[in-house]
């Protein structure tokens, strides 16, 4: 993720037709206000400190990469220990020596990710977490061109950096995040769930990827102070779901 609407936020697929696309386009002039108004009034958050890279626990070796955006880099956390990455690592201790990498910055979208991942030139992975999406909505990519993108980031890091499996996480329920209000929580709560439903449909398809729905509450309780990025509890439960799904597949 990144900092919450920026002004082309309101361009979903283009030239969007029937009684959705009529509302699109009536709404227009308030999305852009409120998509300026929330971004003016929504914190900006750090990254949070702490190790990027790591190796503990004992057992059987488990390479791990995790890869996306603001989500994945642990923004709305202090600590990495609290963020994605941190919670992984405390999942999978007990069962693995694991070894772990993160490649993630604030504001990404997939083709921004895909270039981080070649230019960082991660270690061979047994398997790999994958965040992103919400960026992609924001900055108007369509969905097609998006399930594209997604494709090469996923064949990439099968094919060149030898990761066994992907995990990619589905899109959040952006409708309910605490700093979305009226039309613009509406246009980009359907929009992201257009783009998982693709997502879904994408994934199902692949022998060596497998995609984690992100079924959570995303309530002002849990989330940061922003309204937009998760809270420490948030990074948890979505942990924990990983977690549970590639102990399952490796038998750990």
Request: charged share 20%.
């Amino acid at each position: 993720m990144s900092d919450p609407a920026p002004a082309s936020l309101v361009h979903p697929d283009p030239l969007p037709r029937g009684a959705e696309g009529l509302r699109q386009i009536a709404f227009f002039p308030v999305l852009v206000l409120q998509g300026l108004w929330v971004k003016w009034r929504t914190p900006r958050m750090q990254e949070p400190k702490g190790a990027r890279e790591g190796v503990l626990g004992q057992g059987p070796d488990l390479r791990m990469l995790i890869v996306g955006d603001s989500s994945a880099a642990g923004v709305g956390v202090a600590t990495q220990s609290q963020a994605l990455s941190g919670r992984l690592a405390y999942g999978l201790e007990p069962y693995a020596r694991l070894e772990w990498q993160l490649v993630a910055r604030c504001g990404d979208t997939t083709p921004m990710a895909l270039s981080r991942v070649r230019s960082a030139q991660p270690r061979r992975a047994d398997v790999a977490v994958i965040a992103l999406g919400v960026n992609d909505i924001l900055r108007g990519t369509t969905i097609s061109q998006w399930t594209k993108d997604t494709m090469r980031l996923v064949d990439h890091l099968l094919q060149t950096v030898g990761v066994g499996h992907v995990y990619v996480s589905g899109l959040p329920a952006v409708s309910q995040f605490p700093c979305l209000r009226g039309p613009l929580r509406w246009t980009l709560g359907h929009q992201a769930a257009r783009y998982d439903r693709a997502l879904r449909a994408l994934v199902a398809g692949q022998s060596d990827a497998t995609l984690i729905p992100a079924d959570m509450h995303l309530g002002p309780d849990v989330m940061a102070q922003d309204g937009f990025h998760p809270g420490p509890k948030v990074y948890a439960t979505w942990a924990d779901m990983i977690v549970a799904r590639i102990r399952a597949d490796r038998n750990l």
